[in-house]
């Protein structure tokens, strides 16, 4: 039965009256001429457009009213058929993809209309083929959830999986996850496995694969010639530089923060370059520093989710605190304002925390800059209530630090050593 | 007595020996020679150097081992006498500043190092004299916090006393404000009062006083010349627009946040450029919209505290959230990821909240953006639960605005409406 997805009033009716639909490659004659697959549409649209996949890997919406004719040249059915058994090419690295979820993970099942994860790496390579050409690459999902829903428990799964592999034959690791909290994964595997002898690539798209220009496949084009050619280690989020499609940009995965909700270069290492830029086939390097500070692998796959963070604005009541100091927390990363400060009405609980045996970090919320709380009184105070400055830490980063410090040490003052280290990059100079 | 504030070791000892001291006029001769006042140092710091500040009005740190000699040129005591009466050039127009607290608004005591409040017109003129030849100011001091102090009702005192105001013969108000929380402050006062008839400026300064380059003389001019030749009205944060001292950005007070924890430039129009730029005497506009949407001024002057910024991330314990319901919070702002997202595990307490009538509103903590619910599933579910997406209102904004909107409204119905108005251009088109 031929399938409509998302099609709605007029387009609907355009589709239907032409016989084509959902998954069906065709060739729309206009003013210009396109030869497409026809794309599910899953947002709250008008019903004025079709939505074709080009063969370029581009979407396009068309305007139905400007469509001549519209002519089917495969359908769904044949298209399925079409997955070509992939042959390994011995000559070129291997690199394993891991997949967790979100849009980049996905692919629309044309038949149903559902997003589905990708599952083996004859899918992945016909979905994208020009993978093939740069590497051999292994698929596995460990779990497919969008990455609003992942938590500190997934991030212990990756770890322990990317532990299972570290002393493989693999040049590089992909690891396929939603934008939306890539950067607070980015950071634990960071953390957890300092010192992993091969990079790790985390790899997300902006747009699903039924908008237009979808960014997925030259985020994994990019990130693939990255792990084959960089030559170094570390923790990478790798993403859309600017909104051409020219260069992909490899960030620190401790320094960079998802900064835009929809834009395809969302993601913006923090106060600095991106460590890495790819440009066709070209690796640029924008740091001198090695992303870890200590070269010996040393994985310590465990955290302890007791750490808030605590936005400080105008108003905040002071009573909010003392209740997460009342649920037993053992951390609080404060996001203040300015250099790193928060207001007179917060001391008494804060004293209270520090006498509890809370650790107690400073971050800020301009997000960029470094903390400095010698320079006015209210920062003298605090850091007389027993607040320590984590100098130009992400606010994000230092709670997942935090978190991972806890896990990883016998009390509060070997976690406190822990997380003043710059281990990863965390800390720039 | 002589004073040191704040020097120690070398640097105190050269001082002494010197027979010069804090406030002291004098020449400093070595590769090249400089004169100013010694200038007290507040920082944790070396002792190796002092720090003068020069007739241009910059600071500057010398080496005390290049000084060669030292004249001392005045003592602390000439130069408090040499505060001169201001008088009225009645061809200029006539503007208010209005002192808060904060570095902007202070000046340095040269005898006791204290920071202490700008009291009259006569002394704020005597330390940035270009103000005198574009307008009058006449000043006022409302109260003296800095910024991480200033509370919900010191904004209601600000709004007060401009409403009392309004119908005056000023051509604009200045409010000196602390940088920290400036942004929170400059949205209450756009939406308590909308369609005010004459510009107000908030200004700030990124570097104390004793700090080389202080921005505060230049911000401070930059606001009186946007103020006397604008030409509009609203609410703008007026601070330096990049780390020159060539261009002064005016930005809409409901679209600026401070993004950066010590440069001159912190303050960023997110998403867009400055409102408003002045550069030497020119103003360039960038915008064609007015500030206000309704030009009939409609002042609104009250508050309810009972909102609550949720920032979410992984691991965030939705016990939190029960708890913040239960001590009677009547509006949540979540910091969501993304385009407006929240984890799964949040839900059920987010169906509760719905259920006892607590408006939810979603902003997303990539600041920049527009929240967008309907692409992903998880979107299209938190809707369902009653989460109302933000627009591109940054999340501070949202904030303050919910606390504004729920003390000028009867019911959560009509706070609602309130909400999603866009009242000073806190939307974007």
Known sequence: MPEHT??????????KSNDVAVGDSVKAIGELTYSGIIMPRYEHTDDQHIVLKLNSGYNIGLEIEKITKIEKLTSTEKISENVDDLK????????????TGGTIASKVDYRTGAVTPILTASELNSSVPELSEIANIDTEVLFSEYSENIMPDHWLQIARKLNDV?????TGIIIAHGTDTMHYTSSFLSFALAGYPIPIALVGSQRS???ASSDAALNLIGATKFLVGCKTNGVFVVMHNDESDNTIACHYGTRVRKNHTSKRSAFQTIGDNPAYIIYEDKIQKNTKDEFFKNKKFNPKINLDTKVALVKYYPGYDSKLLDEILDMGYKAIIFEGTGLGHIGKTMY???KRANEKGVFLGMTSQCIDGRTRMTVYESGRDLLNLGIIPLEDMIPEVALVKTMWALGNSQDIEEAKKIILENIASELSK
Chains 1, 2 share one sequence.
């Open 209 to 211: 694969s039924d908008r």
């Open 166 to 170: 570290a002393k493989s034959d693999y």
């Open 6 to 15: 998302g099609y709605t009033g007029k387009s609907l009716e355009f589709l």
């Open 88 to 99: 390994e090419n011995p000559s070129l690295p291997k690199i394993l993809l891991l997949s």
């Open 348 to 350: 008494d609980s804060v």
